[in-house]
Every structure is written in C-alpha cells, then in structure tokens.
C-alpha cells in the first residue's frame, strides 16, 4: 500500500469526504468542502456548472437524491494525487431505474443494467474542491440503455469497462 505524504493524504481525504455528502444526499456537506468559486463539468452530458451560485443549483436539482440508483457499485481502478489535484479512474455500474439528468438529461428509466468506465478530475485550492471535470464513454452508456444502435460505430458498450474492473485497483 502506497503512504501518501499529509498534503496528499488531505486531499484524499477531502475529495472523500466529499463523494460521501454527495453519496448521502447532503447538499451543504458537499458544498462544505468546496472553495468559494467552483465550477463542475460533467463533459459527456454538458451538465454542472460554473461559480458557487450554478454549482448549488446543479446539485440541488440534478446530482443530490439522485446521484445513482440504490444497487450502484463504485470500482476505483486508480487515484493519482499531486499538491493541487486528485485524479480518480472508476467503473461504475448501476441500474438505470431512476432519472439520473446529470448523465442522461431528459432520459426515462430504462431498467437495464449498465457498466460505464469514469474518471473524475478534481483540483484543489486552499483544501477545498475548485473544480471537478468528470468524463465517462456517452456512447457507451447510451448503447447499453439501448437508446443508440451501436452496430457498424466504433463503440465498446462493455469490454474496456469489464476488463478495467477485472483488473481491480491499479
């Protein structure tokens, strides 16, 4: 196991702390542990937002009590740290039972199971999240819920994310 130095461990800590108050549905938790100005961009979908105001809103209204269904499973694959940002590689599979609009905007439940590869950059000022710019295979997503014909794409729909989780914790 690697021994983080204090500076690193603290933002792991953070960014920690900070997944738990989203996970819990705990708005002021989580905007606890953000700096004065964040921003979040969550790239595939378009969704987050820029300064204190828009980030509270996003969360408020698309990410808290919804964040994912009640079977999801987070793998961590990997986490990188340095003195001003934590990068974070996951599987996550879930259940698409419930709306989820910061992933898929205006999409009804599907019930189908899904398992989609994400990493989550998170930079840090003054021991506080600045920012989050989350990235995840839309395409994919979208193949499994069966809301795009993958067929003659170049769209992996659950390889890479099966054998990423395969490989556990890099």
Known sequence: MEVLSPRHQ????????????????????TMATMDADPHLI?????TGGVGTAWVRDFYAHDLIGQFFPAD??????SRTINDERLV?????????DKV????LSGVAPTGRRVEVAFVVVVGVQEDKVAYEHVYWDQAGLLAQLGLLDPTG??????????LLAATGKG
């Not at 603290?10 to 708005?27: P, Q, T, V, Y």
């Not at 969550?42 to 378009?46: E, H, P, Q």
């Not at 794409?153 to 994310?161: E, G, N, Q, V």
């Open 100 to 103: 989820i609009t910061h992933l």
């Open 153 to 162: 794409l170049p769209i992996d729909t659950t390889t890479a994310a099966r």
């Open 42 to 46: 969550n790239m595939a979908s378009g």
């Open 72 to 77: 999801v499973e987070f793998i961590l694959i």
């Open 10 to 29: 603290a933002i792991a800590d953070l960014f920690d702390a900070h997944m738990a108050a989203e996970m819990k549905g705990d708005l002021e938790g």
């Open 88 to 96: 974070d590689e996951w599987v996550i599979r879930f259940t698409h």
